[in-house]
């Protein structure tokens, strides 16, 4: 994407109710357009950290307007974390994307924790293994792809750092998926907590063998300015983020921010937060998700998958059923019948046959 494009898809925050994906087709294959993009974004970490707000934030879009927040007594009854999807379309200029949202309300709320990441880890191999089924299927023009393609991990702004349990869930999910490290409501840190917190939580993944997404390389003939714009998002992270759901009024104008008795904190403002960074390397470099997850995750899952079963491969069990799948059963179960029918045609065509000689036998014989 060149710097005018991305400028283009990417106006000042003068511009409200635009998200940007529209100028998406610039990345990918024509035909991809015309399907619209599928793209699964997870989102982790314990509740009230923001997630909801900055997902709504993101995409402009109210993603559970009949959400309701459980109790602690009701967290405590229900013990489990639990996975929330949900897919909204949105289109831009005639540009489609199916976004779908996994949401891991729970997550760190129980006392034994070790539960959130089982369940977190089963969603993304459920997503693969189908995936994988669908591929040796036949209808694999068609596959609709719920891989999940990046995964935003929440870290809290209170803390020192990371937690045992951030560190735990992140090095497990590392061969997994693309996890994009933010800091949530960095409206309660000053510019150096800030940064130190960057520095301290970069230090952790590194010295814990976390691997995070890493925004590739650009290609030489690239424009500076573009290198430039990419090396900055390279440096902002993990991006310190802030949500909103509230328009608040900024010198006669209408935008997105959180209104403080000592003034406004504007989501779309670079020198407030790293929210506009964020959605850029989400937007500028949503193909890449893609590619990294089929290529190197979804690579990983399907060659343990393969190698896993001796003598090579054996159409896995399928997780779940699909109505793709029960629509290739009634036509596999239709070309049988019809097999079968030409067979006993065939039969009794030859049946006939064998008659009408022995008939006309029959004849010659009694003429002499
Ligand atoms: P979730 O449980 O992680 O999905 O969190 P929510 O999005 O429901 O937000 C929980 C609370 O935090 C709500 O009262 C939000 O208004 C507030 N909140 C959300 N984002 C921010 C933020 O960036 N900064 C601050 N200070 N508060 C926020």
Request: aromatic share 6%; hydrophobic share 35%.
């Amino acid at each position: 994407m060149s710097v005018s494009e991305l400028k283009a898809a990417f106006p000042s925050h003068d511009t409200p109710g635009y998200v940007g994906f529209a100028n998406l087709p610039n990345q990918v294959h024509r035909k991809s357009v015309k399907k619209g993009f599928e793209f699964t974004l997870m989102v982790v970490g314990e509740s009230g950290l923001g997630k909801s707000t900055l997902i709504n934030s993101l995409f402009l879009t109210d993603l559970y307007p009949d959400r309701l927040v459980p109790s602690a007594a009701e967290k405590i009854a229900k013990k489990t974390m639990q996975l929330d999807a949900s897919t909204v379309e949105i289109e831009e200029r005639g540009v489609k994307l199916r976004l779908t949202v996994v949401d891991t309300p729970g997550f760190g709320d129980a006392i034994d924790n070790g539960g959130s990441f089982l369940e977190i880890n089963r969603y993304i191999d459920e997503q693969y293994e189908r995936y994988l089924r669908d591929e040796s299927g036949l209808n694999r023009k068609n596959i609709i792809d719920n891989r999940v393609h990046c995964c935003f991990f929440f870290i809290s702004p209170y803390g020192h750092g990371l937690r045992p349990l951030d560190i735990e869930v992140m090095k497990q999910l590392s061969d997994k998926v693309n996890i994009v490290p933010v800091i949530a409501k960095s409206d309660c840190l000053s510019r150096d907590e800030v940064n130190r917190l960057k520095g301290i939580i970069l230090k952790e993944i590194k010295e814990n063998g976390i691997k995070i997404y890493s925004l590739p390389d650009c290609d030489s003939d690239e424009d500076e300015d573009f290198k430039q714009q990419v090396d900055d998002l390279r440096q902002s992270m993990p991006f310190a983020v802030v949500g909103a759901n509230a328009m608040v009024e900024v010198g006669g104008k209408k935008i997105r921010g959180r209104q403080y008795p000592w003034g406004v904190v504007e989501v779309e403002n670079p020198k407030h937060c790293d929210f506009v960074k964020l959605r850029t390397m989400l937007i500028t470099h949503m193909q890449d998700l893609q590619e990294v997850t089929h290529d190197v995750h979804y690579e990983n899952y399907r060659s343990h998958r393969l190698a896993s079963k001796p003598g090579g491969f054996v159409p896995p069990t399928p997780v779940r059923k699909n109505t793709a799948d029960e629509k290739d059963k009634q036509l596999q179960e239709k070309e049988l019948e019809l097999k079968r029918m030409q067979e006993m045609v065939a039969a009794m065509q030859q049946q006939i046959k064998q008659q009408s000689q022995t008939s006309l036998a029959s004849l010659a014989t009694s003429d002499h």
